[in-house]
Each structure stands twice: as structure tokens, then as C-alpha cells.
């Protein structure tokens, strides 16, 4: 191999190693999620936002980074990424507070988005076409080991150091990904890039955030309240100002007329769909493990396995399956798993034990491993070559925003469902607060008062805030399976346009 050939792979080290660690942070946390509760006195809505922070910031850029990555250098663009990643992790570990992880967690997000959309195009630059296969398999590889890997190192972190332990492991990582971009990358740019829309970008996410909000606020407040709906009101005004923007604007941030083939739209729908139904699976389940059935957190990550491996075993049957039946059929065969296994987790009792969760998780994941490949795939067939990037990370960019809403949306319903249900009668004002504020706070109420009765009402209450977000989830899917069947032409009526091929190797990558 020659110096330039093992430079390209030295290259592809560097951004597999970052790629690894952006993925492990993202579901690690999840198990995290009761113990930031307990010891960073954080309510339901604080780990709503300290979820979604990181996934709306990382959402509302991905575009934007990689049209400033083309326009002003993509290894300046990567290498600032890095660095803020770098630093928001370096944060993380040190506030104590959390208004200051939400803080941490929207400085990650943003070094987040340059990363995720850079490294692709710095892999299309420094790699020949004849190696791209070869180097494109390592990147997917690196950004689907965070699943499985996530939760299981993030628990064991929280089982032997302090909770700032899962940001810990991304300073290392980060800084020798830094140096070695610095070193080895080369500067690359395009010529013809546009400026980026950044009137768009501020109108977009800031009705998104504020949609946000007032999904995480409504619960505690009420839809009465005005700053619920004024700033709600607010976030759908900026929303409809974005999209008359961007029908006027000669390069905008987003081309809507992508959404007017139905192929696009159809496989965007339910692939948003079912993100917004895992992620608020995501935000529930860890708490479900360690509040109610006592388990740690690395048990809990432990716990995840049989969604994460049902996911993964269904996933190489995708491809197979779009080819044989179409994209349309595969999604609907797809919602029907994940549809059942969300009912029968809607089941659960304070008294059930892990075998039921464990066998709902499984049916859920095998699903969800069938709708992404074909979403993307009948997504991605719409475009033509030239539209491959620009397409695809709009689905990125709606799938990531689905989730982001998934965790405020199913998260403000099991906290809606638990304080409704559970019973703070002949508590002291104080101590009911705290119960009724989150589960972590019902468990240490309850064990400082050796209450029993009490901790059987909170794990009840929980477990019926819980069954509440996974009806709803099924619902969502519902919906996801009624629009593929709606929007997606039948097999044959409808040929791909440009890219069939390109697309069905890109999904099976």
C-alpha cells in the first residue's frame, strides 16, 4: 500500500473512531436517564429537554453544516465540529445542574450535525470511487455499533464512576480525532455552493423549539396557560413564515418541492413516524428497568438488547424484502410487529417482571428493523443522482426532528399518565411534590419513609404513565402504516426515477 493509500485509511480511523463515539453518546444517555433524575434533581421535563436539546440543535443543522462545509472548506467545518463536540463533553462532565447538561447537551448537538453530514463528504473527497464501498461499509458500520454499544458501556460507566463518566469517554476520542483530522484531511471545497440560508435556519428552528417547549411545558402548566399556547402559537407562525421563505428564497435551506413526490413523502412519513415512536420508547423503557424493576443501569442497557437485536436480526431482511414485495407492502409488514409489540408492552403491571418486556421488545425491534430500510428506500428512489445529498439528508433532518418530538411528546404523557395516577394522600406538602414531580423522587420518598404502600402506588402510577406512551406509540405506527399505504404507489405502477440502483446499495450499506 502506498503513503497516500494508508494516509485515506488513517483517514477513515480518525472518523470512524469520532462517528463511534457521537453514536454511543446518543444511546447511552438513555439508561442514564434515572440517575441524572436523582442526582441532578431533574423532572420529567428537564430529561425531556436534556434529550431533546441534543437531537433538535443536531436535527436543524445537519443541512446547514454541510452547505457551510461546502462553501468555506469541509475539514474547517469537520474540525469545528470536533471541537465543539470536544468541548460540550468536556462541560457535561462538570456542571452540576441541569440547566447546565442542557447547556452541555445543545453544544454537543451542534458539533454533532458538522460531524455527521462532514465526514461523509470528506470520505466522497479523499477516497477514489473504487475504495468508497469499502470505506462507506466502515462508516455505517461505526454509526450503527452505537445501539447495541451505547447502552451496555454507558451503564457499566454509571455501575463504577460518577454519571459524568458517559461524556467522559468522548474528551479522549474527540481530541485524538482532532489532531489526526488536523494532520491527515485534506481541504477540499465546492465552487458553485450557495450561502447558506441562514434566515431559514432561524425561522426553522426556532418554531421548533418553541413547538418543543410547549409540548415539555403543557404538562405541568396546562394548555391554559399563555406561555404554553402563545409560545406554541409562536413556534407554528415562524414554521408557516419558513415555508412561504423558502418558496421565495433562490436557494433555500430546505427544497420543498421534494415532498411533492409521493415516493419521497411516503417514505419520509413513516420512517419520521417510527423514530418519534422509538425514541419516546427510548426515553421510557431505561426508566421502566431501574425505577420499578430495581435493575441497574448496566443491567438496564443490558435490558435493551433484545430491541436493539431484533432490530439488527430484521434489518439485512429488509433489502431483500423491498426487492421482493415493493416498499410499500414491507413498511405495512413492518408497522404490524412493532404495532403488537407496543400493545402487549401497554400490558404491563407494577407486577410484571422482564420476561413480558423483554418478549415485547423483541417483536417491536424485528419490525423497526423492516420500515428504515424500506422508508429510505422509497425515499431515496424519488431522486435523481444529482439529488441523492441533498435528499437524503433531509430525511435525516426530518427523521432526527421526529424524534426530538417523540421524547417531548411520549415523555409529557408518561409524566401526564403518572401524576394522575399516583397517590400522595396524607403526605407532607413537600415530600408529595416530590413524588409527584418524577418516579426517582416517589422511590426516595418512599424508601426514606419505608412507605411500602407507597412504593407499590408510585411503580403502578409509572407503569400506567408507561402503557399510556406505548397505546400512544401504536397509534403513531398506525398512522405510519395507513400513509405507506396511501401515498406509495403499488409495485409497478411507479418505476424510481434516476437512482434505483445507487439507492438500493446505499440502503443495503
Do not use: C
Given at each position: ?477 398506525v398512522i405510519a402504516a395507513l400513509l405507506a399505504l396511501i401515498l ?22
Amino acid at each position: 500500500m502506498t503513503s497516500l493509500g494508508r494516509r485515506r485509511w488513517w483517514v477513515l480511523g480518525a472518523l470512524v473512531v469520532i462517528l463511534l463515539a457521537v453514536g454511543l453518546d446518543l444511546t447511552a444517555l438513555n439508561v442514564a436517564l434515572p440517575t441524572l433524575s436523582a442526582q441532578l434533581d431533574a423532572g420529567t421535563s428537564a430529561l425531556q429537554w436534556i434529550v431533546a436539546s441534543y437531537t433538535l440543535v443536531s436535527a436543524t443543522l445537519l443541512i446547514p453544516a454541510g452547505l457551510i462545509g461546502d462553501r468555506y472548506g469541509r475539514k474547517m467545518t469537520l474540525l469545528a465540529g470536533l471541537a465543539l463536540f470536544l468541548a460540550g463533553s468536556l462541560l457535561a462532565t462538570l456542571v452540576s445542574s441541569p440547566a447546565g447538561l442542557i447547556t452541555a447537551r445543545t453544544l454537543m448537538g451542534v458539533g454533532s450535525a458538522a460531524i455527521t453530514t462532514l465526514a461523509m463528504s470528506v470520505l466522497l473527497v479523499v477516497f477514489p470511487p473504487e475504495e468508497r464501498p469499502k470505506a462507506l461499509g466502515a462508516w455505517a458500520a461505526a454509526s450503527f455499533l452505537g445501539l447495541p454499544l451505547g447502552p451496555i458501556i454507558g451503564g457499566y460507566l454509571l455501575d463504577h464512576f460518577w454519571w459524568g463518566s458517559i461524556f467522559l469517554i468522548n474528551i479522549p476520542v474527540s481530541a485524538v480525532a482532532l489532531v489526526l483530522g488536523l494532520i491527515l484531511i485534506p481541504e477540499s471545497r465546492s465552487s458553485s455552493a450557495p450561502r447558506p440560508d441562514f434566515a431559514g435556519l432561524l425561522l426553522s428552528t426556532g418554531g421548533l423549539v418553541a413547538l418543543v417547549y410547549g409540548t415539555i411545558q403543557e404538562d405541568e402548566y396546562g394548555w391554559s396557560s399563555p406561555g404554553v399556547w402563545g409560545v406554541m402559537a409562536a413556534g407554528a407562525i415562524m414554521l408557516v413564515a419558513f415555508v412561504a421563505w423558502t418558496r421565495r428564497v433562490v436557494h433555500p435551506l430546505v427544497d420543498l418541492r421534494l415532498f411533492a413526490d409521493r415516493r419521497f413523502t411516503g417514505g419520509v412519513l413513516p420512517a419520521t413516524l417510527l423514530t418519534f415512536a422509538m425514541f419516546g420508547v427510548l426515553f421510557v423503557v431505561p426508566q421502566y428497568f431501574q425505577a420499578v424493576l430495581g435493575t441497574t443501569p448496566m443491567g438496564s442497557g443490558l435490558r435493551l438488547l433484545p430491541l436493539i437485536g431484533g432490530l439488527i436480526a430484521s434489518s439485512r431482511l429488509g433489502a431483500p424484502l423491498v426487492t421482493r414485495i415493493g416498499p410499500r407492502l414491507t413498511i405495512v409488514a413492518g408497522t404490524l410487529p412493532v404495532i403488537a409489540g407496543m400493545l402487549l408492552g401497554a400490558t404491563t403491571t407494577a407486577a410484571s417482571g422482564y420476561g413480558l418486556a423483554a418478549a415485547w421488545l423483541t417483536v417491536a425491534g424485528l419490525g423497526m428493523g423492516l420500515i428504515l430500510p424500506a422508508s429510505m428506500n422509497a425515499a431515496m428512489s424519488a431522486l435523481s443522482a444529482e439529488q441523492a445529498g441533498v435528499g437524503s439528508a433531509v430525511l435525516m433532518t426530518v427523521r432526527l426532528v421526529g424524534g426530538a418530538f417523540g421524547a417531548a411528546v411520549l415523555g409529557s404523557l408518561l409524566s401526564s399518565g403518572y401524576r394522575g395516577r399516583v397517590d400522595v394522600t396524607g403526605l407532607p406538602p413537600a415530600a408529595a411534590h416530590t413524588v409527584r414531580d418524577r418516579v426517582g423522587g416517589g422511590i426516595a420518598v418512599a424508601g426514606r419513609l419505608h412507605e411500602a404502600r407507597l412504593l407499590h402506588a408510585v411503580r403502578a402510577a409509572f407503569t400506567h404513565g408507561m402503557d399510556l406512551t406505548l397505546l400512544a406509540g401504536a397509534g403513531i405506527m398506525v398512522i405510519a402504516a395507513l400513509l405507506a399505504l396511501i401515498l406509495l404507489p403499488r409495485r409497478g405502477a411507479d418505476e424510481p426515477a434516476g437512482n434505483g440502483q445507487s439507492t438500493h446499495e446505499y440502503v443495503s450499506a
